[in-house]
Each structure stands twice: as C-alpha cells, then as structure tokens.
C-alpha cells in the first residue's frame, strides 16, 4: 500500500492551468437531454432542471490507498479534485440557500465517484460520463494520461438548461466554490 497522501491539501509549488481556449464556445449553449448516472441512484438529465445548477467537471478524484498516476502532481490543473469537491461540501448550505443545485462531474464510474463521494460526505451526487457523451455533445476539453481521458478542471452555471456561465481554468481547485458562491451572490436567478 503506498504511503498515505492527503489529498485534501494541495502543494504549494502546484502549477496553474492556462486557458487554451478550449471553453470559449460554451457560454449560452443549451444541455443536450442526456441522462447521467449520479452516485444517489438516480440518472440526472441537467438539460431538464428548472432554475440554476452548478457543475463542477474536474479530472478523477484520488484514493489515499492507491497512487495517483505517474507525474500527476507536474499536470496543471490536474491535482486538486478532493480539495475542490469538500469546498463544495463546505459551501453547500449557502449555495443551497441561494436556490442552487450543485453536482460534480467527471468521467471516472459510477463505482469510484461512490466511494469518493461516501468517503468525502459529500451531500450532493457525483454524475459519471464515463462515455464521455457529454463531454462529446458539448467539446468540453479534456486531456488523456495513462489511457484515460479526463475532463479538464472547468465549472458551469447552468440557468434552465443552458450554460449561463463558465470558469475556465479553474485554479486554485480549493477557491472554486468560494468564488461560484461570491457570483452568485450578486446575480439573482432569472426565470
């Protein structure tokens, strides 16, 4: 078993995503009616939700008791999915509160999303697109290590099924929550 990580923490020599552009085109595109798998039980269609979302996509959350792969902490924007899920988890009362619902996505199963998800006390689910047919619908950018293909950190404000707002790159992962909250804070829903 290798040594214990916590992967709560992020270094802090962590090197910082650049925007290539990748996510320029999502503002304002609507959700296409896909049904995702979430870690509660149920499949999440987000193109149906009335009201606002929040959707954090980050790469695969780590497991302590299995390493993470080779060079992962030298990928910008690849550490930091823990940190950036209990953000979340720590934020969820007020972005509950601000009328939001708030979900993660990545491209790992349904299976590893619920053990991070249980490990983690997360009170929102995890959606898998493990085959990456949001990713496809919508281009969202991603990178490919050890024969994955990943999503790119990236967070949408989804208002009535369409991308109201995107943060891209997220960086640091630990701020994200704070910073939705702060923008959300000062643009009431619109119906």
């Given at each position: 078993m290798?040594?214990?990580?916590?992967?709560?923490?992020?270094?802090?020599d962590?090197?910082?995503?650049?925007?290539?552009?990748?996510?320029?085109?999502l503002v304002?595109?609507?959700?296409?009616?896909?049904a995702?798998?979430?870690?509660?039980?149920?499949?999440?269609?987000l193109?149906?939700?009335?009201?606002?979302?929040?959707?954090?996509c980050?790469?695969?959350?780590?497991?302590?008791?299995?390493p993470s792969?080779?060079?992962?902490?030298?990928i910008?924007g690849?550490?930091?999915?823990?940190a950036?899920?209990?953000?979340?988890?720590?934020?969820?009362?007020?972005?509950?509160?601000l009328?939001?619902?708030?979900?993660?996505?990545?491209a790992?199963?349904?299976?590893e999303?619920?053990?991070?998800?249980?490990?983690?006390?997360?009170?929102?689910?995890?959606?898998?697109?493990?085959?990456?047919a949001?990713?496809?619908?919508?281009r969202?950018p991603?990178?490919?290590?050890?024969g994955m293909?990943?999503?790119?950190?990236?967070?949408l404000i989804?208002?009535h099924?369409?991308?109201?707002?995107?943060?891209y790159?997220?960086?640091?992962?630990?701020?994200d929550?704070?910073?939705?909250?702060?923008?959300?804070?000062?643009?009431?829903?619109?119906?």
């Amino acid at each position: 078993m290798p040594d214990h990580v916590d992967l709560t923490t992020l270094p802090p020599d962590l090197p910082a995503p650049t925007d290539d552009g990748a996510a320029n085109h999502l503002v304002g595109l609507p959700l296409p009616a896909l049904a995702l798998p979430a870690t509660d039980g149920s499949w999440v269609d987000l193109s149906a939700l009335p009201g606002r979302s929040v959707v954090y996509c980050y790469p695969r959350t780590g497991r302590p008791d299995r390493p993470s792969p080779a060079g992962w902490d030298a990928i910008p924007g690849a550490r930091g999915c823990t940190a950036q899920s209990c953000a979340y988890r720590d934020r969820y009362a007020e972005l509950s509160s601000l009328g939001v619902r708030v979900f993660g996505l990545s491209a790992q199963s349904t299976e590893e999303q619920h053990e991070a998800a249980e490990r983690l006390r997360l009170p929102y689910p995890l959606l898998s697109d493990e085959a990456l047919a949001l990713v496809a619908a919508l281009r969202l950018p991603t990178f490919a290590v050890e024969g994955m293909t990943l999503l790119k950190r990236l967070t949408l404000i989804v208002n009535h099924g369409r991308i109201e707002r995107v943060d891209y790159p997220v960086f640091p992962p630990n701020a994200d929550a704070g910073n939705v909250v702060a923008w959300l804070r000062d643009r009431p829903a619109t119906t």
